[in-house]
């Protein structure tokens, strides 16, 4: 069972850069496709984005193209997401995520997910 843990969440200031992590634990990461989620206050848990079990192929929301970029480095076992641009409509709490399988048919929908960190808090002041 993989366990997940977010990390290099904070407050930034509009336009610019964060990057988050996302270790998991086990030895079999790189069976797994992964994908980044956010929520913010009063609304629902959205995707970001997403990668497959061997980095690749990527998959961005609308919003993150251009602007973010996910990455993984299987031999740490760890996810990563770099922000650029940010604004402050990017303020949410950013969760990793598992997938069931190597690759996702729906990357954004959370049931091809099994396993959740627990979320790390980015703030963007404007």
């Known amino acids: 069972q993989v366990q997940l843990v977010e990390s290099g969440g904070g407050l930034v200031q509009a336009g610019g850069s964060l990057r988050l992590s996302c270790a998991a634990s086990?030895?079999?990461?790189?069976?797994?496709?992964m994908g980044w989620f956010r929520q913010a206050p009063g609304k629902e848990r959205e995707f970001v984005a997403g990668?497959?079990?061997?980095?690749?192929?990527?998959v961005y929301t609308d919003s993150a193209k251009g602007r973010f970029t996910i990455s993984r480095d299987n031999a740490r076992s760890t996810l990563y997401l770099q922000m650029n641009s940010l604004k402050p409509e990017d303020t949410a709490v950013y969760y990793c995520?598992?997938?069931?399988?190597?690759?996702?048919?729906?990357?954004?929908?959370?049931?091809?997910?099994?396993?959740w960190g627990q979320g790390t808090q980015v703030t963007v002041s404007s």
């Open positions: 995520a598992k997938a069931r399988m190597t690759w996702t048919v729906i990357p954004q929908m959370p049931y091809e997910y099994d396993v």
């Open positions: 086990g030895r079999t990461f790189s069976n797994y496709a």
């Open positions: 990668i497959n079990h061997l980095g690749g192929t990527t």
